[in-house]
């Protein structure tokens, strides 16, 4: 099973554009990429998917280089309210969260 | 739009006491999961399952069962709660096996 890696906590200012990497070494050829933001005291909420190059919607942007080891979930101009657990998972491993990386924005 | 719903948003029991933790999705979904997340170990899953009747263990299944006698409906179950049960539960539930997962709010479960 493709296991994720990513940075335990991040600081950023708001207004600032925050990536937050993840490294997925095993994952396979078939495999999407899955991140989701959890607020505290509630359920994580999907955010983003992809397969390989760039994704965009509303709320991030999602890079994902040539050979798919690893993604960058990239938040543009974050505010307070970007304060969350950001949780990154292989396809194969949709039911497994790891511990996330928590992003504290300062005013 | 998305509904998962958990029956009890807090809940207060007493060790050894039959707990039960309810969920319901109103999205026609096959798939829903339990999950169980405490401070410094994210989300580890408990138990799921991918149809009526149908369950499989998660990582962490020891002292819970569930059931799913509907597929809108699928229960946690703690036969005899002990204190490090107390944790925050999730259900989550999606439409196919690996695709995106739709959470509830949680219960946060104090045993005592």
């Known amino acids: 099973l493709a296991k994720t890696t990513q940075p335990i906590s991040m600081d950023s200012y708001e207004g600032q554009e925050v990536n937050i990497t993840c490294s997925h070494n095993?994952?396979?050829?078939?495999?999407?990429i899955t991140w989701y933001q959890q607020f505290p005291s509630q359920g994580p909420r999907f955010i983003i998917q992809g397969y390989k190059t760039k994704v965009t919607n509303e709320v991030a942007s999602l890079f994902i280089p040539a050979d798919r080891k690893s993604s960058t979930l990239s938040l543009p101009r974050v505010s307070l309210s970007d304060t969350a657990v950001y949780y990154c998972?292989?396809?194969?491993?949709?039911?497994?969260f790891g511990k996330g990386t928590r992003l504290s924005v300062i005013a | 739009d998305v509904k998962v719903t958990q029956s009890s948003r807090y809940l207060v029991k007493r060790t050894g006491e039959k707990v039960f933790l309810e969920c319901v999705q109103d999205?026609?979904?096959?798939?829903m999961f339990w999950y169980r997340q405490d401070p410094g170990l994210g989300l580890r899953l408990i138990y799921f399952?991918?149809?009526?009747?149908?369950?499989e263990k998660g990582d962490i299944p020891e002292g819970y069962s569930v059931s799913r006698e509907k597929k809108e409906r699928f229960s946690l179950i703690l036969e005899s709660a002990s204190t490090n049960q107390t944790s925050m539960y999730l259900c989550?539930?999606?439409?196919?096996?690996?695709?995106?997962?739709?959470f509830g709010s949680g219960t946060q479960l104090s045993v005592l």
């Open positions: 399952s991918y149809d009526v009747k149908m369950k």
């Open positions: 989550a539930s999606s439409v196919e096996q690996y695709e995106k997962l739709f």
């Open positions: 095993n994952i396979a050829t078939n495999d999407y």
């Open positions: 998972l292989a396809r194969n491993t949709p039911l497994v």
């Open positions: 999205m026609d979904h096959e798939n």
